[in-house]
């Protein structure tokens, strides 16, 4: 999640485009033009939402001279390690589905085409912050498919039962999440593969991984914000506030919730539509309030929980270059499409990263799911895009960064390491990295 306009600003890879002139890794990719083809073109698109089969149904139906066929990836993780093996055989698909951190690093390796010649006639169509997340140096990769407001949704049984109120601050989070340990129940879970947790607290803390100076990315993951984000995660995992429920088993994560296990998810829109398509008992018990904050700050919410808006992405390699931008343009803007993808129950229920994507929230949230909460959730929703961090950057080799960082979580939430241990690692590892890839760096 990610946002630079005052209603959805995205602290995106174009923010990290500043001065990416020698700090990326040379790129490889080709200038020839796109193949002519006597038949239909067939495009090749890989993404993981729910929704986008229907829409890539309604889009061949209304197309005659390009079809586009649809493989569902498992999770956005897994797309990373399938398009890194696509890239190296020579077979990436033309249109894949992503999101706005890993745009600056698949750039440096020259996977992305760049496409501002097919779309810089449709900016205006689009949020300022959520066009921003497929640019890097000004050049356009991605069609962006959704911007992601972050809050809160928590069970209002459980916290009606046991005298609790919406947590306001971090402080009053860990105070509800002792309250319900006594009766065994989690405020939250933490999986073992996923420290995006530790990632968005960083985020709504003020740290900055990476920064640029000069000509020099700069590496950080020992700053004040960060340490303030650590503090707060270690001492929810040290007094065992937390389920550790991998989200491999899917269906178990939500079985978790729906019976009261866990009380309390910080999410966004997108999530919503698991908890529907899962929840058997549970409808109508769940409200939504702002995303916590630090103690004495004002309201502050990160770019989301592992998403920094979604985007349609162009494959160098892929041979049809124009029309793979205009079918991710027309995937983002069909009205049909978009009313698709928005919705809990037939799509992601992502908010779409059109310009007017605030008349969307209504869709992008579950009557079902709320009940009576349904209509005070539209104003937290809404509240929570004009609170969006705005200074986010990510650096050139965060696939390989999220994934060492992946490996080093899991030891963290099952108490083999401290937040802080995998901190120190992280800092050594991703200046190493850098310097190993030939970027400038300094940390």
Avoid at 113 to 127: H, L, M, S
Avoid at 196 to 211: I, K, R
Avoid at 308 to 320: F, I, K, M, R
Wanted: aromatic share 10%; proline share 3%.
């Amino acid at each position: 999640m990610n946002f630079t306009s005052p209603r959805r600003r995205f602290a995106s890879a174009a923010v990290a485009g500043i001065a990416l002139s020698g700090l990326l890794a040379a790129c490889g990719g080709s200038d020839s033009q796109d193949s002519e083809s006597s038949g239909p073109v067939t495009l090749d698109f890989w993404g993981w939402a729910n929704g986008q089969e229907a829409v890539v149904k309604a889009f061949n139906a209304s197309h005659k001279d390009v079809q586009l066929k649809y493989t569902k990836v498992t999770d956005q993780l897994t797309m990373q390690k399938q398009l890194t093996n696509a890239v190296k055989a020579g077979n990436a698909p033309c249109l894949l589905q992503n999101t706005g951190e890993y745009v600056t690093s698949w750039v440096s390796q020259g996977a992305l085409a760049d496409i501002t010649q097919y779309v810089k006639g449709d900016e205006a169509k689009f949020n300022a912050g959520s066009w921003a997340t497929g640019q890097v140096q000004g050049k356009v990769y991605g069609v962006p498919t959704a911007s992601a407001p972050a809050f809160t949704i928590y069970r209002t049984d459980l916290f009606d039962k046991y005298g609790l109120k919406a947590p306001a601050t971090w402080d009053d989070f860990i105070a509800a999440g002792k309250e319900l340990k006594k009766h065994d129940i989690k405020i939250t879970n933490y999986a073992g593969e996923d420290p995006s947790t530790l990632e968005v607290l960083a985020m709504q803390a003020g740290a900055h991984w990476y920064s640029i100076d000069g000509d020099s990315w700069v590496v950080n993951f020992k700053d004040e914000g960060t340490l303030k984000a650590a503090k707060v995660i270690q001492e929810i995992i040290d007094n065992d506030l937390n389920s550790k429920l991998s989200f491999a088993d899917y269906a178990a994560v939500q079985r978790n919730y729906d019976n009261g296990g866990t009380a309390t998810r910080q999410i966004s829109t997108w999530q919503m539509s698991g908890m529907v398509q899962n929840f058997t008992k549970s409808f109508g018990k769940w409200a939504l309030s702002p995303w916590p904050t630090f103690k004495g700050e004002a309201a502050k919410t990160p770019a989301g929980t592992n998403q920094s808006g979604n985007l349609t992405l162009v494959s160098e390699q892929c041979e049809n270059k124009e029309q793979a931008a205009q079918a991710a343009l027309w995937m983002s803007t069909d009205t049909g499409a978009v009313k698709t993808m928005a919705s809990p129950e037939t799509g992601s229920g992502v908010m779409p990263a059109l310009a007017d994507s605030d008349s969307y929230v209504a869709e992008a949230i579950s009557d079902k799911l709320l009940g009576k909460n349904y209509e005070p959730a539209k104003k937290v929703v809404t509240d929570s895009l004009g609170t969006v961090t705005t200074d986010w950057a990510f650096g050139p080799n965060w696939t390989a960064m999220f994934t060492e960082m992946q490996d080093e979580w899991a030891a963290v939430v099952s108490k083999k390491q401290k937040v802080t241990d995998l901190l120190d690692h992280m800092q050594e590892w991703t200046v190493n990295d850098l310097k190993q890839r030939g970027i400038s760096v300094k940390g």
